[in-house]
Structure formats: C-alpha cells, structure tokens
Nanobody
Framework: QVQLVESGGGLVQPGGSLTLSCAAS????????MAWFRQAPGKEREFVAT????????YYADSVKGRFAISRVNAKNTVYLQMNSLKSEDTGVYYC????????????????????WGQGTQVTVSS
C-alpha cells in the first residue's frame, strides 16, 4: 500500500508562486509515474502534470504549461510542483497521484490511470 502526503498549499496573490510537495511511503522501484491533479469547487478533478519516476520525463496540461514545473527527488521519494504566475483559476484542491504499472511511452492524464492518491492540499489564489 502506497501512502502519499501532500504539503505546501496556502493562500497566494495572483502572479505569485507556491511549491507543493508529495512524499511517498514506498520504494521508488514500485512506481512508474507520479502526477498532480486539481479540483476546483463544483468541477471535475483535472490533470495538471505528470513525471516518469525513471528518467524524469514530464508532460503538462496546456493550462499550466510554461508556468508550472513538476520534478522529483528519488532519494527523498518526493515529487514537487513549482507553480509560478498563479492565476485565480488555479484555485483548487491539489492531489498527488501514483501509478505503478508501465504505460510505455504514453503519458497518463486520466484520473483512472492512477492507483494511489493523497488527501489533497488547498491552493487559493486571491487578492
């Protein structure tokens, strides 16, 4: 059983920055990819970014491309989401997710593609 714990959420002004962290409880060898999703009030949970644990290749939603950066530190079993130039529409609960099975060269962007989820951390962008 994999446990994921997010941290780093909070209130930030438009144009500001915030970094989220997600610590995983198990060995990295059992993990193929990790991702961040977000859910705004009254909306579906949507894909934000994903990273392959081996190799570190990344893929982003168009809405965050150029503003957000996903990264990982293998030794710490931790994945990060650096968020810059934040907008009010970035407000929501941000969830970390892990996928254990390989998907080859395909980047997994669907909620159902991931096996484990964190509890979420709130990000509010407001002046």
């Amino acid at each position: 059983q994999v446990q994921l714990v997010e941290s780093g959420g909070g209130l930030v002004q438009p144009g500001g920055s915030l970094t989220l962290s997600c610590a995983a409880s198990e060995r990295t060898s059992s993990r193929f990819a990790m991702a961040w999703f977000r859910q705004a009030p009254g909306k579906e949970r949507e894909f934000v970014a994903t990273i392959r644990w081996t190799g570190g290749s990344t893929y982003y939603a168009d809405s965050v491309k150029g503003r957000f950066a996903i990264s990982r530190v293998n030794a710490k079993n931790t994945v990060y989401l650096q968020m810059n130039s934040l907008k009010s529409e970035d407000t929501g609960v941000y969830y970390c997710a892990a996928r254990t099975g390989s998907s080859g060269t395909y980047y997994n962007t669907n909620r159902g593609d991931y096996d484990y989820w964190g509890q979420g951390t709130q990000v509010t962008v407001s002046s």
